[in-house]
């Protein structure tokens, strides 16, 4: 059994700029293993807190304290790493050492045991085939939390290459969508800087209207049809854009308002229009009756809860049992540990909710995320076109495929 010898943490900085945790796993006194914590812009109210008080210094001090009770631990059993952790911080949320920690202890502990036993981290959690490649889901236009002012109250505009056979066929027709998409906003926007958003995404100065019809051209000229070699999808992540105290949604920079109705219509139609294959968090994060009736109007649609369900065992099974999603986002630092990940990624295969993987839009330059989404027989992998951070996780896949073990794309005919 490979055992945990030497253990570090440390403050380093995302891809915006900020602090976050990375944390150094070493085996048997020679396997390296390193993570480090992502972090969201519109984040859930329900996630695991990254710091405890906002405070990453606060956090690692408490990790050090506590780094030798994972010495001698098994680094490939995510259970122990958990219950170690547990046993210095039960509060619901991580709010006593941050989820940053459990991100980056749980995350380095399995990179550590992989490289010791010499397979690949997907293998270690699921030992046994089959293994398919997630389809990549890219975000090629956004606004939101993630773009200034000026760009679109939707977040984000996604393509999924529904028709590529090959994991390097999904990945060029993004890249080709994302091209393709620059050069028509420039054809109208003689002005555009090709400014760009938190996860890569353009960040043009259009209105939710104008950037679907942008999408549309750039399909066109790329020579693709909706729903052949491409499909879309749409983030409202619908909880930036609630008024809880006014019930409404507020699409400020477009000037409108939407009543919960007026929501549930604004999204049917925009799935409908579209033929969008995925649509996440079309409502705010409490109401699991609307997204039920969205749901359930909306069968092809993979119908995706990321605020709501904050990759909580709990709350998927509340949404199982209410019917609200057909997709579940998986974010390993929304829920705080790995193990806590692949409880839930258990509870939606037994509900059978599809799961997408994701990245988030502060990031790391890890690809773990790569690993997980096989290991959890993911539908997609979320996690932008392009830029660093983005491409580490999507190279990753491309490494993957000389492992032998993975046999093309996974199942989407059931979505
Ligand atoms: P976040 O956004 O990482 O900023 O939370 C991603 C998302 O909403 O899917
Ligand atoms: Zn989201």
Redesign the pocket.
């Known amino acids: 059994m490979p055992s945990i010898t030497a253990i570090k943490g440390r403050i380093v900085y995302n891809s915006r700029g900020s602090k976050t945790i990375e944390i150094d796993v070493i085996t048997d006194k020679k396997f390296f293993g390193r993570a480090s914590a992502?972090?969201?812009?519109?984040?859930g109210k329900q996630e695991a807190q990254s710091f405890p008080d906002d405070n990453p210094k606060k956090a690692l001090e408490l990790f050090t304290t506590n780094s030798k009770k994972f010495i001698g631990l098994d680094p490939a059993d995510p259970k122990i790493i958990f219950d170690v952790l547990r046993s210095i911080d039960n509060t619901e949320r991580y709010t006593k050492i941050g989820g940053a920690i459990a991100y980056a202890l749980s995350i380095a502990a399995i990179d550590s045991a992989a490289k010791s036993l010499d397979v690949p981290i997907f293998k270690l959690l699921k030992p046994r085939k089959p293994y398919k490649f997630p389809f990549p889901l890219g975000n090629i236009l956004g606004g939101g939390?993630?773009a200034g002012p000026g760009t679109p109250d939707i977040?984000?505009f996604l393509v999924c290459p529904i028709g590529a056979e090959s994991i390097i066929e999904a990945l060029e027709i993004n890249f080709e969508m994302h091209k393709e998409l620059g050069k028509v906003i420039e054809s109208i926007d003689k002005r555009f800087t090709y400014g760009r958003g938190?996860?890569g995404a353009w960040a043009p100065n259009v209105n939710n209207d104008q950037a679907l019809e942008l999408i549309d051209k750039a399909i066109k000229n790329c020579g693709f049809s909706l729903g052949k070699e491409i499909s879309l999808g749409i983030?409202l992540?619908s909880s930036s854009l609630w008024n809880e105290k006014k019930k409404e949604y507020g699409y400020v920079r477009q000037g409108i308002k939407r009543n919960t109705q007026e929501q549930i219509d604004f999204a049917n139609d925009l799935i409908k229009k579209y033929n969008l294959i995925y649509l996440?968090?079309p409502v705010h994060e409490e109401d699991f009756e609307s997204m039920a009736a969205i749901t359930k109007r909306n069968p092809k649609c993979l119908v995706t809860g990321?605020?709501i369900l904050v990759t909580n065992t709990s709350r998927v099974k509340e949404a199982a049992r209410s019917k609200s999603c057909s997709g579940a986002?998986l974010?390993v630092n929304q829920t705080g540990t790995l193990y806590d990940s692949m409880k839930f990624a258990d509870a939606c295969t037994i509900n059978n909710i599809k799961i997408i993987t994701?990245?988030?839009?502060?990031e790391s330059s890890d690809a773990h995320i790569a690993h997980i989404a096989i290991a959890t027989d993911s539908k997609m992998l979320?996690s932008g076109v392009i830029g660093g951070e983005r491409i580490a996780k999507l190279n990753e896949l491309l490494r993957l495929r000389e492992y032998d073990l993975i046999e093309g794309m996974a199942d989407l005919s059931t979505a």
């Not at 992502?38 to 984040?43: D, I, K, L, M, Y």
């Not at 994701?358 to 502060?362: C, V």
């Open positions: 992502p972090s969201g812009a519109s984040v939390a993630h977040q984000e938190d996860e983030d992540a996440e968090d990321d605020d986002i974010k994701s990245h988030r839009s502060g979320k």
